[in-house]
């Protein structure tokens, strides 16, 4: 266990003579490991294309969307953690743009009916891959900073959208 780790426990110190409290900032390394284990069950973000539902595929970037909003809402999360997950929700908002599925409430079915409404969208079309295809490749950056930041693992599955390491 890291120090950061243990200090984040740390709800107030007390002695006879007089008490400190305070609220410590988030757990980075915690945090970091919440949005991993939430992606790495995010099947849109590594599935074979052929497997896809587009109409799926918007509900979990919504989801996902959601919860790393959620994420950044608790404040507290150093600049270090906070701008990668920021990035992770903007490759969510585009994605969502490009397919044609942003919504201006949180209805994850309002968005599920606007989906596609051009003719150009098809079920297996170029743009819908394209779309995903660049979601994929942003969120794996975002995702191999924050997991090299705080030396943590991610699965196999998910970890086919990192970046390939550079040869030499």
């Known amino acids: 266990m890291r120090f950061s780790e243990i200090a984040s426990r740390v709800n107030g110190v007390s002695t006879p003579i007089f008490g400190i409290s305070w609220s410590p900032p988030t757990a980075d390394v915690a945090v970091a490991r919440k949005v991993i284990a939430f992606v ?34 608790h404040g507290g999360i150093a600049d270090e953690l906070i701008e990668p997950v920021r990035l992770m929700r903007r490759y969510c908002v585009r994605f969502l743009e490009r397919v044609g599925a942003n919504e201006d409430s949180r209805d994850t079915e309002a968005a599920r009916r606007h989906l596609f409404r051009e003719a150009r969208w098809h079920m297996h079309d170029y743009w819908f891959g394209e779309a995903l295809g660049e979601l994929r490749a942003g969120v794996g950056l975002q995702l191999a900073i924050i997991a090299a930041s705080y030396g943590l693992d991610i699965e196999d599955e998910l970890a086919r959208t990192l970046p390939e390491p550079e040869s030499t």
């Open 40 to 73: 790495e069950t995010r099947r849109v973000l590594f599935s074979t294309y052929t497997n896809e539902v587009p109409e799926e595929c918007v509900t979990s970037v919504l989801e996902i969307r959601g919860f790393l909003s959620e994420i950044m809402g």
